[in-house]
């Protein structure tokens, strides 16, 4: 009897959606699992998708999206960036940032090559490497005082004849690290030196609090890398325009990537719709108002919840520079599916266990502090008191 194909055996059911899919199963869960805003979509991007679909946007488009959407994109990285990007050769719209995740993967990997994955990290960069037949090394990132590191000497010693990508995300999903910009150079030497492509996970640029203003993005790997470089940004409209259901994103890369991208986008999802690419321009010429809202709001609940944790014993929890995650580390705690499973059930606070986030992560669990304060105040509340139970 034909068999289901081994390598997609090899990839690992999401810890997370693991979870999830028990407390959706659940009434009264204060659900902080997953990394979404519980804020709806603003208006003035759904009456955009609205007025797109009575003009007529419900058609096939070109693979590497609308060229009024990547001039758009282009004249983003312009303005916060000082980039200057070629929409007709750089950009390429995907349908959602996991995608140009996968899609950057897919054309940076052959079978049995290797890459390198800075870790704690959401899960799908690793998994979209085994998709692709390829080996994952997972690269812990250490705490070091207060502030969490990139091991260099680990990452050198980890390099072998097949290593050909490494993978790091600024602002990370899980622990609110951002890259340093000597960060950023080293990462991007380290990559010229071994010749690897450095694909760098921005989706969570704007969500930044140590700007010189609210609102200011995270220093793009572009900003310091040549058109030459073998660099490869993904990004998505998910977070910063509340727009996880709209699956929206971009890939930027050399030339010669973005043109296979486009190319391999019409056997996976010909494109991104229609429709859904003219409401992302409208959130990239529009939504800076309501993006600094939206900040000022993470900023609070972010203080909330470290306010909540300051007295808990042997509870670490770094704070976070950008994106709308803590990652507390808890001492003793060899567990962390079996510590959200029980708080789920026995508080109904919804939390991803920070073994889901691959090497570095168990000990640790994963708190989203997207939601509004009716929601976060009673888990942390009832989070504590868990801690206190001797949980």
């Known amino acids: 009897m034909p068999r289901v194909a081994s390598s997609v055996e090899k990839v690992p059911y999401s810890r997370i959606r693991e979870l999830g899919e028990i407390a959706l199963s659940m009434d009264g869960v204060l659900r902080l699992y997953f990394g979404e805003s519980n804020l709806p979509t603003p208006d003035y991007i759904k009456q955009a998708a609205i007025r797109a679909l009575e003009e007529g946007y419900t058609y096939y488009t070109e693979n590497a999206g609308l060229p009024s959407l990547r001039r758009a994109i282009a004249e983003n990285y312009r303005r916060l960036h000082a980039v200057d990007l070629d929409p007709t050769s750089e950009i390429v719209v995907t349908a959602s940032g996991v995608q140009a995740l996968n899609m950057g993967i897919r054309c940076a990997l052959d079978p049995g090559d290797e890459a390198l994955v800075l870790t704690p990290a959401w899960p799908n960069g690793s998994s979209s490497v085994v998709m692709a037949n390829a080996c994952v090394r997972q690269i812990p990132q250490p705490l070091v005082g207060d502030r969490y590191t990139i091991d260099f000497d680990a990452l050198e010693d980890s390099v072998t004849p097949r290593t050909r990508l490494l993978l790091y995300t600024s602002p990370s999903n899980p622990l609110g690290w951002v890259a340093t910009q000597e960060d950023q150079r080293r990462l991007l030497d380290f990559a010229r030196r071994h010749e690897l492509w450095l694909l760098a996970d921005e989706v969570y640029d704007r969500l930044y609090y140590a700007g010189r203003e609210l609102g200011d993005p995270v220093p793009s790997i572009l900003r310091q890398a040549t058109r030459e470089d ?102 003793g705690l060899e567990d962390s599916f079996a510590f959200c499973r029980r ?7 919804g939390l991803a266990p920070g073994v889901a986030f691959g090497a570095g992560g168990e000990g640790s669990i994963r708190i989203c502090y997207a939601a509004e304060r009716s929601i976060l105040e009673p888990a942390m509340e009832r989070l504590n008191r868990f801690l206190r139970m001797g949980a």
């Open 230 to 331: 073998a660099v490869i940004v993904v990004h998505s409209f998910s977070k910063s325009y509340c727009m996880t259901g709209w699956r929206i994103g971009w890939l930027v890369a050399r030339r010669d990537l973005a043109a296979k991208a486009t190319q391999l986008n019409e056997f996976v999802i010909s494109h991104a719709p229609s429709f859904t690419q003219k409401a992302g321009e409208t959130a990239l010429a529009q939504g800076e108002d309501e993006l600094r809202r939206m900040l000022a709001r993470l900023r609070e609940n972010r203080d909330l919840c470290l306010d909540a944790l300051a007295g808990a014993a042997g509870v670490t929890a770094p704070k976070p520079e950008g994106a709308f995650y803590l990652f507390p580390h808890i001492e």
């Open 343 to 349: 708080l789920l059930e026995e508080t109904r606070v």
